[in-house]
């Protein structure tokens, strides 16, 4: 079993940055894939971002794309998801998803995670 604790969230204002932090613990030695997701009001959960279990491939949704940066520490099932220029279309609910089995391809895509965490509140401000 592995646990998946996000933190970060918070109300800003368009234009704004803010950051998101998640963390897995619960097999020790082991290094995951992890990323993003998203769902908004009544919309679909979409993908944000994800970063393979080396830290050395990112990868990105097109509505993120240049204003989202996530990064993970070395070597540790924690990663940073910095969000700058933020817009009110970036409301939703954020989840860390985290993938323990499975190949290291297909990140944009919800059903290859294996653990999800319980979300963080973004809010965006016009």
């Known amino acids: 079993q592995v646990s998946v604790v996000e933190s970060g969230g918070g109300l800003v204002q368009a234009g704004d940055s803010l950051s998101l932090s998640c963390s897995a613990s619960?097999?020790?030695?082991?290094?995951?894939?992890m990323g993003w997701f998203r769902q908004g009001p009544g919309d679909g959960r979409e993908f944000v971002a994800a970063i393979n279990w080396r830290g050395d491939v990112t990868y990105y949704g097109d509505s993120v794309k240049g204003r989202f940066t996530i990064s993970r520490e070395s070597a540790k099932n924690t990663v940073y998801l910095q969000m700058s220029s933020l817009k009110p279309e970036d409301t939703a609910i954020y989840y860390c998803?985290?993938?323990?089995?499975?190949?290291?391809?297909?990140?944009?895509?919800?059903?290859?995670?294996?653990?999800w965490g319980q979300g963080t509140q973004v809010t965006v401000s016009s």
């Open positions: 619960g097999r020790p030695g082991a290094t995951f894939g």
């Open positions: 998803a985290v993938r323990v089995f499975g190949p290291d391809s297909g990140y944009d895509r919800a059903v290859g995670y294996d653990y």
